[in-house]
């Protein structure tokens, strides 16, 4: 029996809670940073200018782009930058250099996400908590480190998953958009003269008078989009019907209300423009909603953290990351994981990062590049995707992502000038996840260019072995081997020291593709090798959960009776030795040395028991 499907009102609330926090929480920082720093002169048509174009920019970037178009674009039913690069890469497979260039685009702005997660966590909810000063002055002082508990209490509660907590999600965000809502109209009923900004004569106005100040302004303005990502990321855990009702139903009408809610109070009240967010509402509901906000903020982190857990499994399965420790945190729910070295590493990056800017303004200023260049990278993604795998005609193709590029690198141009600002802090950490990913995979390669040079054909081996066979003993044997067909290290020294062969005997290669999934009667090939042994290799996408035993269990179908308390699991714990040659240079080869020495074990990663495995070293030399 299928498993019943969840209604559609759940999982519009859900993408409410998981997809919209980012861009929901917006609204406490945007206006402020837009008029915060004297860029734009403060007057009265240039707040119904500014307004129009936060209003355009939302529909052209978010409903337009990634609402209607990239939406469309799913990988087997996933979204996401991983899923964009694998289906375009799969795309263009027939042009190799095109295929490295674009892989190397996307693995960057992948790189860059983590840059983008360690900002997010730290402006919501520093912004969130800022709105205690609006209380009392006196609470200024206390900013800071109240933000750094709510952070550390945030991720503390990881690794106890977000089962728990995440039916809260829908909830809690869909009053915060609720109250955003309200907010909005009580300040509109006092100008609403104000709603005639809607018009985008007012945008073209101010762009028409001012552009140079237009083009710095758009730094600001990637403010009103940030979480647009989270759109086409989450797509798979919700479907593109709720994510789209979601939008168009709840969040654009009531994040419209808000913006230009602070836009009246600002018609009134030319002061608010210090924090127009928490001075639209009474005094008496300034705590709760600083408490309302908080939760907001916080939901929205959780969020990214999700996000950042589920990225990080994806690349380490493509092999661009060594292995992590990865811990499941539901019996339910596959995709709930938790991992430690990336949760407590953008911790520290997090706590720098509100340390170092203090307040949200400064750390607007390192916001925006990150977020500009995945979006560069995605509309980029997006041609190849409806040229070369929808066939679409090219003059099509060029119409209808042209536009969005313009619009993106204006934004990522803009976005650029903040680079001495404190944009350099997450061009940083991208640049330093990128060093990594790429040392990994190309490390990886030289390791298998290193051990094909080598190898011996399995074949062969195993018929000059059985001329004179050694002592066969009970159970089932599973020698893991990067390569199929090659001899593993672990059986040569096996036979060597152990002299004994079991009575059957896999070569099990395991082997990660460019799809999310891959379906449990598509996860195994076998090949009889005779005497007992097979050539069995094991297929799964960037989101499956690997369980090598579980998978294995299919061999029973093949004529391999194993049992699981007869089976061992034979590994080599390869030592990679730099050495002076055409491989990589020699920092990034102690580098990679570095990370495979320090790579989570197979076994953890494969869900080997503990207490059947084997491990063999070898050297390599790179």
Same mark, same amino acid.
Request: glycine letters at 8%; a positive charge.
């Given at each position: 029996m299928s498993a019943p499907k969840t209604p559609l009102p759940a999982l519009v609330l859900g993408a409410i809670g998981i997809v919209?926090?980012?861009?929901?929480?917006?609204?406490? %920082?945007?206006?402020?940073?837009?008029?915060?720093?004297?860029?734009?002169?403060? $007057?009265?048509?240039?707040? %119904?200018?500014?307004?129009?174009?936060?209003?355009?920019?939302m529909t052209t970037i978010v409903s337009i782009k990634y609402v209607v178009l990239v939406l469309r674009a799913d990988n087997e039913g996933e979204g996401g930058l991983v899923a964009m690069l694998a289906l375009?890469?799969? &795309?263009?497979?027939?042009?190799? !250099?095109?295929?490295?260039g674009m892989l190397?685009?996307?693995i960057f702005g992948t790189a860059l996400f983590y840059g983008d997660g360690v900002i997010t966590p730290a402006i919501s909810v520093l912004s969130a908590?800022? *709105?205690?000063?609006?209380?009392?002055?006196?609470?200024?002082?206390?900013?800071?480190?109240?933000?750094?508990?709510?952070?550390?209490?945030?991720?503390?509660?990881?690794?106890?998953?977000?089962? *728990?907590? *995440?039916?809260?999600?829908?909830?809690i965000t869909l009053s915060w958009f609720l109250v955003l809502a309200l907010l909005g109209v009580a300040q509109i009923a006092t100008h609403p003269e104000i709603l005639q900004a809607i018009s985008p004569l007012y945008m073209l106005r101010f762009i028409w008078d001012f552009p140079g100040v237009s083009f710095i302004v758009l730094g600001a303005m990637v403010l009103c989009v940030t979480g647009a990502e989270a759109l086409y990321a989450d797509m798979g855990h919700f479907g593109k019907k709720p994510i789209r009702i979601a939008w168009f139903l709840v969040v654009m009408p009531c994040l419209v209300l808000n913006y230009f809610g602070q836009g009246a109070l600002l018609l009134g009240n030319p002061e608010a423009v210090k924090n127009p967010f928490f001075l639209m509402a009474p005094q008496w509901a300034l705590v709760p909603l600083v408490l309302l906000a908080t939760a907001a903020t916080v939901i929205a982190s959780q &969020?990214?953290?999700?996000?950042?857990?589920?990225?990080? !499994?994806?690349v380490i399965q493509l092999g661009y990351l060594p292995r992590l420790r990865?811990? %499941?945190? =539901?019996?339910?729910? &596959?995709?709930?994981?938790?991992?430690?070295?990336?949760?407590?590493?953008?911790?520290?990056?997090?706590?720098?990062?509100?340390?170092?800017? !203090?307040? =949200?303004?400064?750390? &607007?200023?390192? %916001?925006?590049?990150?977020?500009? $260049?995945?979006?560069?990278?995605?509309?980029?993604?997006?041609?190849?995707?409806i040229r070369f795998a929808w066939k679409l005609p090219l003059a099509l193709c060029l119409a209808s992502t042209s536009l969005f590029f313009l619009i993106d690198l204006a934004f990522f141009a803009s976005n650029m000038l903040k680079l001495p600002q404190g944009g350099w802090f997450t061009v940083m950490i991208g640049l330093a996840m990128f060093t990594l990913m790429i040392t990994w995979h190309r490390g990886r390669q030289l390791m298998s260019q290193a051990q094909r040079a080598d190898a011996i054909d399995l074949r062969s081996f195993l018929e000059s072995v059985f001329i004179s066979p050694p002592m066969r003993v009970d159970g089932t044997a599973v020698f893991l081997t990067a390569e199929?067909?090659?001899?593993?290290?672990?059986?040569?020294?096996?036979?060597?020291?152990?002299k004994v062969l079991?009575?059957?005997?896999?070569?099990?290669?395991? !082997?990660?593709h460019e799809v999310p999934w891959v379906p449990m009667d598509k996860r195994i090939e076998m090949e009889p090798l005779g005497h007992h042994c097979w050539q069995v290799i094991v297929h799964y996408g960037f989101k499956n959960d690997i369980d090598l035993p579980r998978a294995l269990e299919h061999a029973r179908l093949r004529g391999c009776q194993m049992e699981p308390m007869t089976t061992s699991y034979f590994l080599s714990r390869d030592v990679v030795i730099p050495t002076l040659g055409s491989g990589m240079a020699p920092w990034r080869e102690k580098l990679f040395a570095h990370m495979h020495h320090n790579a989570s074990g197979a076994a953890s990663f494969l869900g080997l028991p503990t207490n059947a495995v084997v491990e063999l070293g070898s050297k390599v030399e790179i």
């Open positions: 919209y926090g980012d861009i929901g929480t917006s609204v406490l %920082y945007a206006i402020k940073e837009i008029f915060g720093h004297g860029h734009v002169p403060f $007057t009265i048509e240039n707040v %119904y200018g500014m307004l129009s174009m936060i209003f355009w920019t375009a890469s799969r &795309a263009v497979a027939d042009r190799p !250099r095109l295929r490295n190397v685009v996307g908590v800022e *709105g205690l000063e609006i209380v009392s002055p006196h609470f200024k002082h206390y900013v800071i480190p109240i933000t750094l508990v709510v952070l550390f209490c945030l991720f503390a509660v990881q690794k106890r998953g977000t089962a *728990g907590i *995440g039916r809260f999600f829908g909830p &969020a990214m953290l999700t996000g950042a857990f589920s990225v990080t !499994r994806q990865i811990e %499941y945190t =539901s019996v339910r729910t &596959a995709g709930q994981i938790y991992i430690p070295f990336i949760n407590w590493g953008l911790f520290v990056a997090i706590v720098l990062a509100v340390v170092m800017f !203090r307040n =949200s303004s400064n750390l &607007a200023a390192a %916001y925006g590049i990150a977020v500009t $260049t995945d979006m560069l990278i995605t509309t980029v993604l997006t041609f190849f995707v199929p067909g090659v001899v593993p290290n672990a059986l040569l020294h096996n036979l060597k020291h152990n079991h009575e059957q005997n896999l070569f099990v290669t395991v !082997r990660n």
